[in-house]
Structure formats: C-alpha cells, structure tokens
C-alpha cells in the first residue's frame, strides 16, 4: 500500500505539469488494475479512450481488468478490439489464451498460446500457461513438457516452480516433488497462497504412502497460513478416522473432534 502511494504521487506530480499526458494517465488506470480499484481505474481507462480511442494497448489493458473481474464477454470484446487495431500482437493473443483457459476452454486457449509463440518465440510466460491447461485437461506429460521448457527459458520462477512440482507429484515423481517444494518453502519468495499449497501437497504426499502423522502436520501448517483451504480441511477429515482407528488405544480424547497422541516420548502432540 505505502510504494502504491508513492507511485501514485508520481504520476499525480506529472499530471500536475502535464494534466493532458495521456501515457501518465494510462500508468495510473494500469497501476490502479494491479490494486484491484477496478472502478477507478476504469474510469481512467474510459478518459484516455475519449481522448484517443486507438491508443495502443488501452483496449488490452481494459480486457485483462475485465477477465480479472469475471467479466469474459467484455474481456474478450476488448482483446478482440486491439486485435482488430493492432493485429498479431503477441501479448493479445496470450491474454486471449488465459481468458479461453479459465472459462475451461482448453482447445482454444492452446490455439492461442501457440499462436503466442509463433509470433514471438519463448515469449515469457507462454509454455508456462501451455502447462497449466495442459494440466488441467489431465495430460500431465505434457504439462510437463511445457512447464520445463518455461523453467529452462526463464529460470527460478516461484509460480512456475511449483506448478511443475505440482505436476511431478501427479505422476509419482515423489522425490523431486518432495524436494521442490521444501525448497520452495525455504526461499524468500513464495507468497502466502503458494506456501500454503506447499505445504497441503507435502501433506498429500505423506498421507498417500499412509504417513498420517506428517500429513496432519502438513496439513496443519497449510491451514494455520490458509485458513480457508477447502482441500486441506478436506483431508483432515478424511485422516480423522484413519487416526483413530489406528491408534484409538494410545490415545487421550478431549472431545468429539480433537485429540492429542505420542506415540513416543520424543513425539509431538499433535491436536485435530
């Protein structure tokens, strides 16, 4: 919040010598997207448009506050607008790409990643989003594929490692998944929601190979970072009665959801 402010100054700085300066009022709409004031940017964005209605990249920046929004159809009026202004751009292509991805459709986003890359090869970002949809359709091998390739061109990406271990983890490559996600964790980048997403994979992993314990501890850690992940939640109640079935002898109850088990003097305690 306090470097958005700095920021903002700035631009309001230049329109103060320059109230006119149409490129300094599309940094500012465009700062304003990134923050999520979508009203406010928005009317920047309409400002500019009166001024100069084929500005370039006005009509891109608008779709993706759009899509951002969950506004698709306008998404897509606006991207398809600066396609018309200014065609074979790559950048309106890949935005095209991501809005066809989250409305699930697969055969089209591709078509327009790969559209993406034969204007402008390794454009940053592209096999990454080829992954993800990859992913998502189930063909893990290539989501594979693609995500490595985005990790060769564009190396230490937090985003894309994790969505690669992610992938590993799918088709049992157990170890490097392991690994990537406990380096992940001991970086000083990931973001809340990709810590957490650590965390509830790491979970997964050892409740697969019936290490309950670990997995509770994982899942715990997922939760107290995220307190609002379904899948995590989701897990624990399905381990609850793994737990007790198991090591209902060895164990102290404090009431009808929790517990507390050591099965060493070593152990935590470990309370659902």
């Given at each position: 919040e306090h470097m958005y402010e700095e920021a903002m100054n700035e631009y309001r700085r230049g329109l103060e010598l320059n109230p006119n300066d149409i490129l300094i009022k599309h940094g500012m709409a465009n700062l304003m997207r990134n923050q999520k004031r979508y009203e406010e940017a928005f009317n920047l964005y309409q400002n500019i448009e009166k001024a100069d209605k084929k500005r370039e990249w006005l009509h891109l920046d608008k779709g993706i506050a759009y899509g951002e929004m969950g506004d698709i159809g306008n998404a897509i009026k606006e991207l398809e607008i600066e396609e018309r202004l200014y065609p074979g751009k790559a950048d309106t292509h890949h935005q095209r790409g991501i809005i066809y991805r989250l409305q699930h459709y697969y055969n089209m986003a591709l078509e327009e990643f790969k559209c993406t890359n034969d204007i402008a090869p390794g454009f940053e970002y592209v096999h990454h989003e080829m992954g993800i949809t990859y992913r998502e359709m189930g063909y893990i091998g290539n989501a594979i594929k693609?995500?490595?390739?985005?990790?060769?061109?564009?190396?230490?990406?937090?985003?894309?490692?994790?969505?690669?271990?992610?992938?590993?983890?799918?088709?049992?490559?157990?170890?490097?998944?392991?690994?990537?996600?406990?380096?992940?964790?001991?970086?000083?980048?990931?973001?809340?929601?990709?810590?957490?997403?650590?965390?509830?994979?790491?979970?997964?992993?050892?409740?697969?190979?019936?290490?309950?314990?670990?997995?509770?501890?994982?899942?715990?850690?997922?939760?107290?970072?995220?307190?609002?992940?379904?899948?995590?939640?989701?897990?624990?109640?399905?381990?609850?009665?793994?737990?007790?079935?198991?090591?209902?002898?060895?164990?102290?109850?404090?009431?009808?959801?929790?517990?507390?088990?050591?099965?060493?003097?070593?152990?935590?305690?470990?309370?659902?």
């Open positions: 693609e995500l490595e390739i985005e990790e060769r061109h564009y190396p230490g990406k937090i985003i894309t490692l994790y969505n690669l271990y992610s992938a590993y983890e799918s088709v049992r490559r157990k170890g490097e998944a392991i690994a990537g996600f406990h380096n992940i964790l001991r970086s000083k980048m990931p973001s809340i929601t990709i810590k957490a997403g650590c965390y509830f994979h790491l979970g997964r992993i050892c409740m697969g190979d019936n290490r309950h314990y670990e997995a509770i501890k994982f899942f715990k850690r997922c939760l107290k970072i995220q307190p609002g992940h379904k899948k995590a939640k989701e897990s624990l109640r399905q381990l609850r009665p793994l737990i007790l079935d198991t090591y209902s002898q060895n164990s102290i109850f404090k009431g009808k959801n929790s517990y507390e088990y050591t099965d060493n003097k070593n152990s935590p305690i470990l309370c659902i």
